[in-house]
């Protein structure tokens, strides 16, 4: 049994308080991006079909959560994207038509590269 209280080595922080416990959910903006480590994944049906929110470390915006769309969708759906993964996901600032004529802004997704 130690005598003496550990102390962690040099250049390790204090861990700093949480407000509520929560993270921020963030919605991407044309042009905006998120990259980093995918710390969790959790998903579920919804009336729309399955759905995926992803626990991210943001290089910039520290822990948020994110709502998959489009490519980071079909990347949770199809295995290829899981927690411990580095991500990079981008909203695109040109939007893309539909076969039935509506447009949308694209969300893309890139997988790898590390930290």
Same mark, same amino acid.
């Given at each position: 049994?130690?005598?003496?209280?550990?102390?962690?080595? #040099? @250049? !390790?922080? $204090?861990?700093?308080?949480?407000? =509520?416990?929560?993270?921020?959910?963030?919605?991407?903006? &044309?042009?905006?991006?998120?990259?980093?480590?995918?710390? $969790?994944? %959790?998903?579920?049906?919804? #009336?729309?079909?399955?759905? !995926?929110?992803?626990?991210?470390? #943001?290089? /910039?915006?520290?822990?948020? #959560?994110? !709502?998959?769309? %489009?490519?980071?969708?079909?990347?949770?759906?199809? @295995?290829?994207?899981?927690? @411990? /993964?580095?991500?990079?996901?981008?909203?695109?600032?040109?939007?893309?038509?539909?076969? =039935?004529? =509506? &447009?949308?802004?694209?969300?893309?997704?890139?997988?790898? @590269?590390? =930290?």
């Amino acid at each position: 049994m130690a005598t003496e209280m550990p102390e962690a080595p #040099d @250049g !390790f922080e $204090d861990v700093q308080p949480v407000q =509520n416990g929560e993270t921020e959910t963030v919605e991407l903006a &044309s042009g905006e991006t998120l990259h980093g480590p995918v710390l $969790d994944i %959790d998903e579920g049906e919804g #009336d729309y079909g399955p759905w !995926f929110r992803l626990t991210i470390k #943001d290089e /910039d915006r520290g822990v948020v #959560d994110y !709502f998959a769309k %489009d490519q980071v969708k079909t990347a949770c759906k199809s @295995g290829q994207l899981e927690r @411990g /993964d580095s991500v990079w996901i981008a909203r695109a600032v040109e939007e893309e038509e539909m076969s =039935n004529g =509506n &447009s949308y802004l694209p969300t893309i997704c890139k997988i790898g @590269g590390g =930290n």
